[in-house]
């Protein structure tokens, strides 16, 4: 028996499809688009072509975004074009949370950039502080993880982690103006619990338990 037959004897043809990593990872960057356009978007916004543009841009998000929750909610419509009413309400409910996460995530900035010395703007931060990154991806990984898309949010925060070095469960609450200074080591959990105005090191364990070997 060749090996091509031996691992096709092996694959289980009846499990559903799984949400694509890539994919994710491009819908991360679509919504960094739609909430930082002078940074990450072409072409250039003007009032002229500002509607259009942001219209078009909303309108792929949600494509993109159905298609990944279908596939989370183990969806049969062929993640295309499909009737998934659960899929399509959760997608409504996040375009309609892009403007709350915008505002959340420049008082982010804000607290960065007022409590890092060695920051000199908020272009700089956002371009390119690994702490804001992680912080927009834990974001968008929190409000799936609210409505029960696991499976999606956690390779959100995932990639996140192995981009930043920074590891956010999306189930942690983290509050408004929060700050992470370096980053590198951070690790969040599950049932972390965190206020508003709170600056967090590197090297930081929060919310786990350590076991001592037997």
């Known amino acids: 028996m060749s ?6 004897s092996r694959y289980d043809f ?5 949400p694509s990593k890539k994919v994710l990872e491009e819908i991360v960057q679509d ?7 002078n940074h990450f978007g072409e072409p250039k916004l003007t009032q002229e072509n500002a509607t259009e543009i942001v219209e078009k ?10 298609n990944q929750l279908c596939l989370a909610y183990g969806c049969k419509c062929e993640n295309k074009n499909g009737n998934c009413e659960q899929a399509l309400s959760v997608c409504q409910d996040f375009i309609s949370f892009l403007p709350e996460l915008k505002d959340m995530l420049e008082m982010d900035i804000q607290a960065t950039l007022n409590g890092d010395p060695a920051a000199e703007s908020t272009d700089q931060i956002i371009f390119s502080y690994p702490g804001i990154y992680a912080v927009t991806v834990y974001r968008i990984a929190h409000f799936f993880h609210e409505r029960k898309v696991p499976t999606l949010s956690r390779i959100l925060t995932e990639h996140a982690h192995s981009v930043t070095g920074i590891d956010i469960h999306p189930g942690a609450k ?9 980053g590198t080591g951070i ?3 599950e049932t972390t619990i965190i206020g508003d105005n709170v600056k967090i090191y590197q090297g930081v364990t929060l919310g786990a338990l350590s076991i001592k070997d037997r």
Do not use: A, Y
């Open 3 to 8: 090996v091509t037959t031996q691992l096709i």
């Open 14 to 18: 009846d499990k559903l499809s799984l």
């Open 31 to 37: 919504v960094r688009v739609l909430l930082f356009p």
């Open 57 to 66: 841009r909303i309108e792929d998000l949600k494509n993109k975004l159905k």
């Open 174 to 182: 983290i509050g408004k103006h929060f700050f992470i200074d370096h």
């Open 187 to 189: 690790v969040i959990g």
